[in-house]
């Protein structure tokens, strides 16, 4: 398959992510369930058995100072932005200041998402679809409900397609390497957040069976993808 068709793939990819995040607004974030500790598995055998050990394979050594900065930017951010705003809902003043300040926030880190996206779909149809699956289990679950700040379907419309625009972006707007490993840092910190904290709950939550039963298909996955690279 070539370059000139797996990157348009990426795009429909991207949709696909976009459609995830406007069905499933909200349906996840207040839920512990079997689902969720499923997609921590997932994330978990992404991270360490493909994410990683593809990052640190041949890059240079200033680009992972950069690549680790970046990923530690990303999990402080994200810690932050969930701490302010699950504050406010712990004390029921999750007015629509609060919301659409997340809403905001959300966006942005959405649509690095499509870019880097595109940007692991040029390195191959398998690599892109394997970022693709815990990425989407991820936005399914790390959603709150935009109902309760925008009316307007179209406005609810347009912050879900964040990964749409990223991705639309990353094709016709070529990032350096630097930059794309930059980016990507931060998703992966994103990511690490979203282990670490579905992963360690502060309550009995969760199916601990299902997190196991993520990690070992999604590894059987991986290794069988790499067999086929």
């Keep these: 398959m070539g370059l000139e068709t797996i990157v348009p793939i990426g ?5 696909v992510l976009s459609l995830i ?49 970046a990923i530690l930017l990303g999990f402080v951010i994200h810690h932050f932005i969930e ?11 999750m007015g629509k200041d609060v919301s659409l300040e ?15 996206l595109i940007n692991i779909f040029t390195s191959g149809f398998l690599q892109g679809l394997l970022y693709f699956i815990p990425i989407a289990l991820y936005i399914s679950i790390d959603n709150l409900p935009r109902r309760k700040i925008f009316d ?12 749409l625009l990223g991705a639309v972006f990353g094709y016709y707007v070529q990032e350096t390497a630097l930059v794309s490993n930059v980016l990507l840092g931060f998703i992966v910190g994103i990511l690490m957040y979203f282990f670490s904290r579905e992963a360690f709950p ?14 070992i298909i999604y590894a059987a996955a991986i290794i069988l993808s790499k067999t086929l690279l």
């Excluded at 795009?11 to 949709?15: A, E, L, P, V, Y």
């Excluded at 997340?102 to 880097?116: E, L, N, P, R, S």
């Excluded at 307007?152 to 990964?163: E, G, N």
């Excluded at 502060?202 to 990690?215: A, D, F, M, V």
């Design 152 to 163: 307007s379907t179209i406005v609810r419309l347009f912050f879900s397609a964040a990964t």
């Design 21 to 69: 995040d406007f069905f499933t607004e909200g349906k996840f974030t207040q839920v512990k369930s079997g689902y969720v500790s499923y997609a921590t598995g997932v994330a978990a055998a992404y991270l360490f058995l493909w994410l990683f050990p593809s990052i640190y394979s041949g890059i240079k050594p200033e680009t992972a100072d950069l690549m680790l900065g």
């Design 202 to 215: 502060g309550q009995k939550q969760g199916s601990n069976l299902l997190l196991l039963l993520g990690i």
């Design 83 to 93: 701490r302010y705003t699950f504050k406010h809902v712990s004390k029921g003043q």
């Design 102 to 116: 997340h809403a905001i926030f959300t966006f942005v880190y959405h649509f690095i998402i499509g870019i880097v």
């Design 11 to 15: 795009i429909i990819f991207g949709i």
